[in-house]
Structure formats: C-alpha cells, structure tokens
C-alpha cells in the first residue's frame, strides 16, 4: 500500500506548523523561566542557543515549504520541473537532531545553582519528548518522502 505523497505532505506541513507555533514556543518559554533564576551569563547563554536553535529549525522549514513541498507539488500535477531533484533535499537536509542534543546538555551543563527541580525536569522532559517526534519527522521526510518522490522521478523520465 503506498501512502498518498499529499497526505504526507499536508501532514508534515502541519507538523512544521506544530513545532514553530506551539510546542518550540512552550519549550523556550520554560527553558527561560528556569534560567530566569540564574546569572545573567548562564541565562544569555542558553537563551542566545534557544535562539539560535530556533532560527535553524524555522530555516530548515522554510527550505521544505518554500523548495521541496512546491516541487513535490508540481510533480503531483504531472509537472515535469528540472530546476530540482530529490536528491539535493537528501544531500542538504540539515540535522536538528545535533543542535537539540547540544540544547539539552547545555541545559543540564547550566543549571542555575539552586534551580527548581521540577521545573528543569519538566524542560528536560518536553526537551527529549520533542527530540523524539522530530526523529519520527525526519524519519518519515528521508525514509518515506524521499523514496516516494525518487519513485515519481523515474516514472517522469
């Protein structure tokens, strides 16, 4: 059985719009607040990470909505576009798993002395739940997506 290519799409999609509006905010605010206690260097040090963790992942969505997911499209149509394959998204998909892991042990690395357990537990926590469905994510985009759209390609040639 071969799952619908805009299904997945629109379920990505909706996924991206999950990370950057709701869970991402969530976790950066706690993280924050945790910090809020802390010194200043150890606060800025993990809110400049959280920020630039965050415009890396909004980069790399930005890539598959605005490159990838367009082209997908248009091959969906019956397009034939030459201005892209697949295999540049294979080759330049960028890995947000790494800089997630950095954010958790910077995180553990400064902790604010006298920091409220459960409030860092509970950052921890979101911390490897999200790091898990964004594995599910990439695992469906470079496992799933790209063998489906490899396949569209040939049938296209």
């Known amino acids: 059985a071969q799952i619908p290519l805009a299904d997945l ?45 965050r415009q890396e992942v909004i980069a790399h969505f ?11 499209t248009a091959l969906l149509k019956g397009e034939r576009p030459d201005s892209y394959k697949i295999k540049e998204y294979e080759s330049n998909h960028s890995d947000l798993d790494a800089a997630l892991s950095d954010l ?36 469906l985009e470079d496992r799933i997506l790209v063998s489906l759209v490899e396949q569209m390609e040939k049938n296209h040639r």
Not at 11 to 35: G, K, Q
Not at 62 to 72: A, L, S
């Open 62 to 72: 930005n890539y598959e909505e605005q490159t990838v997911y367009p082209y997908i």
């Open 9 to 53: 799409i629109g379920y990505l999609r909706n996924s991206h719009r999950d990370y950057l509006e709701s869970r991402m905010p969530a976790i950066i605010n706690r993280i924050l607040d945790v910090v809020g206690g802390s010194d200043a260097e150890n606060g800025e040090v993990l809110a400049g990470f959280c920020e630039q963790y």
């Open 104 to 139: 958790k042990n910077i995180m553990i690395k400064y902790l604010p002395a006298g920091f409220d357990f459960e409030m860092c537990r509970n950052v921890l926590i979101g911390l490897f739940l999200f790091e898990s469905d964004l594995n599910k994510h990439t695992l």
